[in-house]
């Protein structure tokens, strides 16, 4: 046990990482993508930078900061872009400070409700630093165009609630990457409580859909559009799951104590199947994706399924 102040200097993380994944498109990978340890990634134009996400701490955040500077000859961000209001992807923003922020609506509306996200108890202690809530000051709906130098990025929201209500991907169709935020981790459990199970198993096919060579996603190594089918099973494995339970009289606890993963125990932050299969029986009862469940229930069943104790985070 370590009794100094957590963050990336002191854990036995590897650091993070630039892969410039195509022509002028990098992906900054934060090993080891489990809770609040997110990718970015950003797109190099002549006197412009568009930066895909920000970090959850302020720690993170200027390392990432730092590792643009490196790659564009000493540049910030002119744009960030939020794929979706989720702290370890937001909270960096003020950090960006000469940069516009876009989001979608939603984005804004969510983090303008929740304010800063930095729970305390529910994980393991981290060192936010200093972060302050910034959200976006341009919103869209659908899709909205960024031409970054002669590089187009096409931010596009996938058109139903999926990791969250406000989820954007950021398709760089010149160079065909896709940066598809937490619709997909590489890794890790995937993780659905604030959106829905049915409607990111519909984003998953729109994923797909773009035919991108490179995909970069919100947690864990890039990849190919093949890291979509593991999401896709899981998804449909939470469903079937909860579909038992539920003719069982189980709880969502109750059925993940239950529950053997195979396959899926390899992939980390496995104790999300507890908020997952909450999202899942709120929708075999009828609930539309993104309606409003009890999000303080999961997380208080997800700290019970852990044995009563923070879940490990090593932001
Ligand atoms: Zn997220």
């Given at each position: 046990m370590?009794?100094g ?7 036995s ?13 990098f992906?900054?990978?934060?090993p ?10 950003f797109?190099?134009?002549?006197e ?6 920000t970090c959850?701490?302020e720690?993170r955040?200027r390392?990432m900061?730092e590792?643009v500077?490196?790659?564009s000859?000493g540049?910030a961000p ?6 979706h209001h989720?702290g370890d992807?937001?909270?960096g ?5 000469s ?7 939603l984005?804004?509306e969510?983090?303008t409700?929740m304010?800063l ?9 981290v060192?936010w630093?200093?972060i302050?809530l910034?959200?976006?000051s ?15 990025v096409e ?6 609630a999926?990791h ?20 997909l ?6 993780f659905v409580l604030?959106?829905?199970v049915?409607?990111?198993?519909v984003a998953l096919?729109?994923?797909?859909e773009?035919?991108?060579e490179?995909?970069?996603?919100g ?8 890291i979509?089918d593991?999401v896709?099973e ?7 799951t909860?579909?038992?339970a539920?003719?069982?009289g189980?709880s ?5 104590q239950?529950t053997d993963?195979g396959?899926?125990a ?6 999300r ?16 994706p ?13 700290v ?8 490990r985070?090593?932001a």
């Amino acid at each position: 046990m370590s009794h100094g102040h957590p963050g990336i200097d002191d854990r036995s993380l590897p650091p993070p990482r630039v892969e410039e994944v195509a022509d002028r498109v990098f992906a900054y990978v934060q090993p080891d993508g489990t809770w609040w340890i997110n990718n970015t990634g950003f797109v190099l134009g002549d006197e412009a930078v568009l930066s895909v996400d920000t970090c959850a701490t302020e720690r993170r955040t200027r390392a990432m900061l730092e590792a643009v500077a490196g790659a564009s000859g000493g540049q910030a961000p002119t744009t960030v872009v939020n794929t979706h209001h989720h702290g370890d992807h937001t909270n960096g923003n003020a950090l960006a400070s000469s940069a516009t922020v876009i989001g979608h609506r939603l984005c804004r509306e969510e983090m303008t409700k929740m304010g800063l996200s930095r729970p305390d108890g529910l994980f393991e202690p981290v060192d936010w630093g200093d972060i302050a809530l910034r959200p976006p000051s341009v919103t869209f709906e659908r899709r909205l165009d960024v031409h970054v130098g002669d590089l187009l990025v096409e931010l596009h929201h996938v058109g139903t609630a999926a990791h969250t209500t406000n989820d954007v991907v950021a398709w760089v169709p010149e160079r065909r990457v896709l940066f598809t935020g937490d619709l997909l981790f590489n890794g890790g459990t995937p993780f659905v409580l604030m959106g829905s199970v049915a409607g990111s198993l519909v984003a998953l096919d729109r994923l797909v859909e773009f035919d991108a060579e490179v995909v970069v996603p919100g947690h864990g190594p890039p990849g190919t559009p093949a890291i979509a089918d593991v999401v896709g099973e899981y998804l449909r494995f939470v469903q079937d799951t909860a579909e038992r339970a539920v003719a069982a009289g189980l709880s969502p606890l109750e059925a993940a104590q239950e529950t053997d993963l195979g396959a899926f125990a390899d992939l980390t932050d496995s104790e999300r199947l507890v908020g997952n299969l909450h999202r899942a029986f709120a929708e075999h009862g009828g609930a539309r994706p993104g309606d409003e469940i009890d999000l303080v229930a999961a997380f208080g069943d997800m700290v019970t399924f852990n044995g009563g104790r923070p879940l490990r985070c090593l932001a």
